[in-house]
């Protein structure tokens, strides 16, 4: 009976109420998508541009109109999640149907909702190789602009807080400045953190910042100046506190430090690093209390091994001398430290302020 009560309203050219009508039946719904996707590639079907309306509705001349669009995306949506290479190929049918967001198309739309809820994210975007190129995904079967879908889709997975999703999508579509903006802002949370496994989030992202700062080098990079700076900045920080943490990590983190030129180990320095402190991005001064602190600890760490030496050696001796002045150097270098936190432009948590002092103290 469905089906020929479907038979007469098309044959009577009600084609828009004959689709409402078979839809209905779930065990024809399929046939009714397929029988409304040829009547509209045939331009027989009178499409709705309003997808939040309802299947069957009128347009402004008062003549009946069906929503497509509607109509394939709930189709779509049982399968979608285990099968989402067959929804891509519903999904293009969606092309010339503006999206209630405005800015795209309702297949963009869908598309990108299809690649953030199954993550399948190279079987449909392609995914990036060692020396830059992108190896194709589903999406490069139709004649689109892949770089600007996955913009959309890096964007939208910043904007519901996938952010290393975005870091690798951005990445993919090859926006190096907006891959480095979302990425320093990860590194900037994990830098000063002790490393986990393999699985931690701060090893996830170290990998991810050596493998773009590899092919950077390699292959050049559009992103600014000042990103690429940040960039670099805070994976020579991640290095340093590796080193820091590492059980006999001291010397090598002392030499991280010094490599950095973030901090003055010395009086004369302290104007100049309080001027580089100026130029340098949030990212990097949201870590600055632990990088003091890192830095006193050092100090302390080594003048506490100094005072060993000097205690198990004879006073007046060439080495002692040698012992005592590495001792002043260091108390030197605390107070510059000291000096730099009093000054430094930046609101830190009053109890940095007092372990620094504490630690100063007892060097003194």
């Not at 997808?51 to 394939?72: E, H, K, T, Y």
């Not at 869908?110 to 079987?123: G, Q, Y």
């Not at 996830?204 to 950077?216: H, W």
């Not at 006073?315 to 005592?324: C, Q, V, Y």
């Amino acid at each position: 009976m469905p089906l020929l009560y479907f038979r007469v309203l098309l044959l009577s050219l009600q084609f828009e109420a004959a689709l409402e009508f078979l839809s209905r039946v779930e065990q024809h719904r399929s046939h009714a998508v397929h029988f409304a996707v040829a009547l509209h590639d045939a331009g027989l079907l009178n499409a709705s541009a309003n997808i939040q309306g309802p299947l069957l509705d009128r347009d402004r001349d008062d003549n009946p109109c069906f929503n497509l669009a509607q109509l394939v995306v709930r189709y779509t949506h049982k399968f979608a999640a285990t099968d989402p290479r067959e929804a891509l190929e519903y999904y293009f049918l969606l092309n010339e149907f503006a999206s209630p967001r405005g800015k795209v198309n309702l297949f963009v739309q869908s598309f990108s909702e299809l690649v953030l809820e199954t993550r399948e994210f190279e079987t449909l975007l392609g995914r990036l190789e060692p020396d830059g190129s992108r190896r194709p995904g589903c999406i490069d079967r139709f004649k689109t602009d892949v770089g600007n879908i996955i913009d959309v889709v890096a964007a939208d997975a910043e904007a519901n807080g996938l952010f290393e999703d975005a870091v690798r999508l951005y990445d993919l579509a090859q926006r190096d400045d907006d891959t480095l903006r979302t990425l320093n802002g990860l590194l900037s949370q994990v830098v000063a953190t002790p490393p986990g496994g393999d699985q931690s989030k701060r090893n996830r992202l170290k990998g991810l910042a050596r493998a773009i700062a590899t092919r950077f080098k390699s292959r050049g990079h559009s992103a600014t100046k000042h990103r690429l700076s940040t960039f670099y900045i805070l994976a020579d920080l991640m290095d340093f506190f590796d080193s820091y943490y590492a059980a006999g990590g001291r010397q090598a983190a002392l030499g991280a430090l010094r490599g950095l030129e973030l901090l003055p180990l010395a009086a004369e320095n302290v104007e100049e690093r309080l001027a580089t402190f100026r130029q340098l991005s949030d990212e990097i001064r949201h870590n600055l209390p632990d990088i003091l602190l890192a830095a006193m600890n050092l100090l302390y760490g080594c003048y506490k091994e100094a005072k060993c030496a000097l205690q198990s050696s004879i006073r007046g001796t060439n080495n002692s001398s040698a012992i005592l002045k590495r001792l002043d150097d260091l108390r030197g270098q605390a107070r510059a430290l000291i000096l730099f936190a009093g000054l430094v432009p930046y609101r830190m948590p009053g109890d940095t302020n007092a372990r620094l002092v504490q630690l100063e103290a007892l060097m003194n």
